[in-house]
């Protein structure tokens, strides 16, 4: 597994974080959002989907478990499972058709789904600090290593 840590100043930097997420994310990949209420999951994924290309709004899918972006750069299923009152409700939906094929799939609050849902590429765990938010990344598969070693790279400076 591997682990990075970044430091974003406030809610512009969280959305422009997930925008730079968003460009490493082709192929697709299984992503997990921790943190409390309030942390900035929803911001995060909101940057993730305007990323891929989307122009209109994107709204957390507290109500209705997922809500599907189709963009140019591909699908992006954004996932909130907090409501969720019992995990078989996931295979009743039809959860499974969401992960094939190249999409990205964004899950908050994912311990609500377990044994419904399939191992995550990457857990980003959003922590609320005095200037803003911290988010821990650590990858849970080779895509993951390769996300965070991706987007480390972005932050290299260019020669």
Not at 3 to 31: K, P, Q
Not at 84 to 108: H, T
Not at 142 to 158: S, W
């Amino acid at each position: 597994m591997t682990s990075h840590c970044w430091a974003l100043a406030d809610e512009a930097a969280t959305v422009a974080f997930g925008e730079r997420l968003a460009a490493v994310l082709s192929g697709g990949a299984v992503i997990c959002l921790e943190g409390e209420l309030g942390a900035g999951k929803t911001t995060l994924c909101r940057g993730i989907v305007q990323g891929f290309g989307h122009e209109g709004a994107v709204k957390s899918p507290t109500y209705t478990l997922v809500e599907p972006y189709e963009t140019p750069a591909g699908s992006v299923y954004h996932f909130d499972l907090y409501r969720l009152a019992d995990p078989e409700e996931l295979e009743f939906m039809g959860i499974r058709d969401y992960f094939e094929g190249q999409n990205v799939c964004l899950i908050e609050w994912p311990s609500r789904g377990t044994g419904f849902l399939p191992a995550a590429d990457l857990t980003l765990e959003i922590q609320t600090v005095e200037s803003g938010r911290k988010i821990v990344a650590t990858a849970r598969s080779e895509r993951g290593c390769a996300i965070v070693a991706h987007l480390l790279a972005m932050e290299q400076p260019k020669e």
